[in-house]
């Protein structure tokens, strides 16, 4: 199952670094851990008439963490916020079920998809989005 788990591609996201740096003076910034295996992501979000800029994060944790805030970093930019509640859905019912909604945005998703069935690790693929949505909450309370 490791080799499933740890496919090129995955390895390639994680190593890959996007978006891996701390924004200066962004609109919001959360910090998530996962106490079980000491994952821990803060994510930086800057965004601009509804729609994410950009985004920073610094992961300290296992290379699904690394990959999944990477595909973050990669793809939410320039999306609005009910795209960014989508994305975060779909990747819940992704290590849920272990399906994906039809399209092409969702196409490089499915590298995430042997992570359906090493249930221990979903959440190490989760943390990242999870700090994503506590980000825009936290931009909707200000």
Partial sequence: MSTALYQDALV??????????????PDASVRVDNPLCGDEVTLDLRVRSGTVEQIGHC???????????????SHAPGCGVSEI?????????????????????WAQ?????PVHQAKSRRRCVLLAFEALELALAELEQQ
Avoid: Y
Avoid at 109 to 113: D, E, I, Q, R
């Fill in 59 to 73: 992961v300290r944790g296992c290379i699904l963490c690394e990959a999944s805030a990477a595909w973050i970093a």
């Fill in 12 to 25: 390639s996201l994680a190593n890959s670094r996007i978006g891996a740096l701390r924004l200066q003076c």
């Fill in 109 to 113: 998703a499915g590298v995430f998809s």
């Fill in 85 to 105: 509640k989508a994305m975060a859905g779909a990747m819940r019912e992704l290590m849920a079920h272990g399906t994906l909604p039809e399209g092409d945005q």
